[in-house]
């Protein structure tokens, strides 16, 4: 497997509720967390990772995607 099939499968297996809209911040930051952790455990390595503390980034996922929501947009915008 390599790192794009890996993130496929990977942000597949993160979306199942919906929660990630393409576009999003909350996407994008998922999106470069999965990068940095297929970089530095492999593509195979990585997809177990997640398959194993897939609750847990779920909930981190609902939490950021809840802050993000409640202050209206990017961090940076605000301040």
Same mark, same amino acid.
């Given at each position: 497997m390599n790192k794009f099939q890996a993130m496929a499968k990977i942000m597949l297996l993160l979306n199942e509720d919906g929660l990630l809209r393409p576009g999003s911040h909350v996407y994008?930051? =998922?999106?470069?967390?999965? %990068? !940095?952790?297929? !970089?530095?455990? @492999?593509?195979? %390595? %990585?997809?177990?990772?997640? =398959? !194993? @503390? &897939? =609750?847990?980034?779920? !909930?981190?996922? &609902?939490i950021l995607a809840m802050w993000h929501k409640s202050a209206g947009g990017s961090p940076s915008k605000k301040f």
């Amino acid at each position: 497997m390599n790192k794009f099939q890996a993130m496929a499968k990977i942000m597949l297996l993160l979306n199942e509720d919906g929660l990630l809209r393409p576009g999003s911040h909350v996407y994008h930051t =998922v999106r470069r967390m999965i %990068a !940095d952790k297929i !970089d530095r455990l @492999g593509p195979e %390595a %990585a997809l177990v990772n997640v =398959v !194993d @503390g &897939k =609750v847990q980034l779920l !909930d981190r996922i &609902k939490i950021l995607a809840m802050w993000h929501k409640s202050a209206g947009g990017s961090p940076s915008k605000k301040f």
